[in-house]
Nanobody, 128 residues
Framework: QVQLVESGGGSVQAGGSLRLSCAVS????????LGWFRQAPGKEREGVAS?????????LYADSVKDRFTISRDNTQNTLYLQMNSLKPEDTAMYYC????????????????????RGQGTQVTVSL
């Protein structure tokens, strides 16, 4: 079974940056879609960003993180990344990476929430 392991979380002041990594124990292209989603205490899961594993690797972002976060992948290292800049306190959450198939549907941040293959999460805390 393919495993996903997140790293790179931590505590940072507002305006700071973090880079999350997700190491996958198999090839990324066993799926057509990779993504990051997050969950804050008492809130629903929120899709953050997604990227297609093949072709041009089209990426999409939640409005709440657009222009601040960048998703990328390294197929040679089987690793997914999330560069987070200009962090805000409302970005505080547990962040999860996930991979899966959308079966003809679009690869979206929201789709990643439903993927069975996911990591254990990494905590991001942003303070004022």
């Amino acid at each position: 079974q393919v495993q996903l392991v997140e790293s790179g979380g931590g505590s940072v002041q507002a305006g700071g940056s973090l880079r999350l990594s997700c190491a996958v124990s198999g090839y990324l292209y066993i799926w057509n879609c990779l993504g990051w989603f997050r969950q804050a205490p008492g809130k629903e899961r929120e899709g953050v960003a997604s990227i297609e594993t093949r072709g041009s690797g089209n990426s999409l972002y939640a409005d709440s993180v657009k222009d601040r976060f960048t998703i990328s992948r390294d197929n040679t290292q089987n690793t997914l990344y999330l560069q987070m800049n200009s962090l805000k306190p409302e970005d505080t959450a547990m962040y999860y990476c996930a991979g899966g198939w959308t079966y003809g549907g679009p690869c979206t941040p929201q789709a990643s929430i439903g993927f069975v293959s996911r990591g254990q999460g990494t905590q991001v805390t942003v303070s004022l």
